[in-house]
């Protein structure tokens, strides 16, 4: 079946430290998306891709990098610089067709202790 | 900058009325809008698409109408059933290939 996978589902780490989030989708999509949601709150821009080699920052791009060298993969990084970094983090993809409906992963949950 | 607003407060209604979101947007008139449905610990699922010359669209229970005037999309479920309680979220292009969302409504619907 074709969908989006993320990976780890939970992750919780040490102040100081980074981590990366994986996110594999198999729809031939050209256009990635990182979302960050907080409780009671929408979803908020990090960064998207619209082809391979190329990304853009979104609203709240500070402390996270991403990378996209292969079309089907695009990880995120929250690095510690990220002063807030626990939150729900939403992989997306979809097609360069002007209206196109994103396709969501089921998310990563990550917990600073 | 471009702006979503959806109401933040919960919508409690009764199995089989109709439930009935808004979404409000300033700052921008966008080519469409799409409503997604979230469940608890789940990614959205997109439900609908309404272009801006659309008033209205229909998909079985679900219908969605935009205006462009009021700057505002309304979202129905008829015949709501406990199922359909979730979070509802809308969003809208805003140049390019970038998406915002609004916070989204949760809906709860009684049996």
């Known amino acids: 079946d074709g969908g989006i996978t993320q990976s780890p589902k939970y992750l919780f780490r040490k102040e100081g430290q980074n981590v990366t989030l994986s996110c594999e989708q198999n729809l031939n999509h050209d256009a990635m998306y990182w979302y960050r949601q907080d409780p009671g709150q929408g979803l908020r821009l990090i960064y998207y891709?619209?082809?391979?080699?190329?990304?853009q920052k979104g609203d709240i791009a500070e402390g996270y990098s991403v990378s996209r060298e292969k079309k089907e993969s695009f990880p995120l990084t929250v690095t510690s610089a990220q002063k807030n970094p626990t939150a729900f983090y939403l992989c997306?993809?979809?097609?360069?067709?002007?209206?196109?409906?994103?396709?969501f992963g089921e998310g990563s949950r990550l917990t600073v202790l | 900058s471009q702006k979503i607003e959806q109401n933040s407060e919960a919508l409690n209604i009764q199995e089989g009325k109709t439930a009935t979101l808004t979404c409000n947007y300033t700052?921008?008139?966008?080519?469409?809008l799409q409503w997604y449905r979230q469940d608890p610990g789940r990614g959205p699922v997109f439900l609908l698409l309404?272009?801006?010359?659309?008033k209205e669209k229909r998909k079985e229970r679900l219908k969605v109408t935009f205006d462009t005037t009021l700057k505002q999309s309304l979202f129905h479920i008829t015949a709501s059933q406990p199922a359909d309680s979730a979070t509802y979220l809308c969003a809208l292009p805003t140049g390019g290939f970038k998406t915002i969302f609004g916070a989204g409504t949760r809906l709860f619907v009684k049996a």
């Open positions: 997306a993809s979809r097609t360069n067709a002007n209206t196109g409906e994103l396709f």
């Open positions: 700052n921008y008139s966008p080519a469409y």
């Open positions: 891709s619209q082809i391979v080699n190329d990304f």
């Open positions: 309404i272009r801006e010359n659309e």
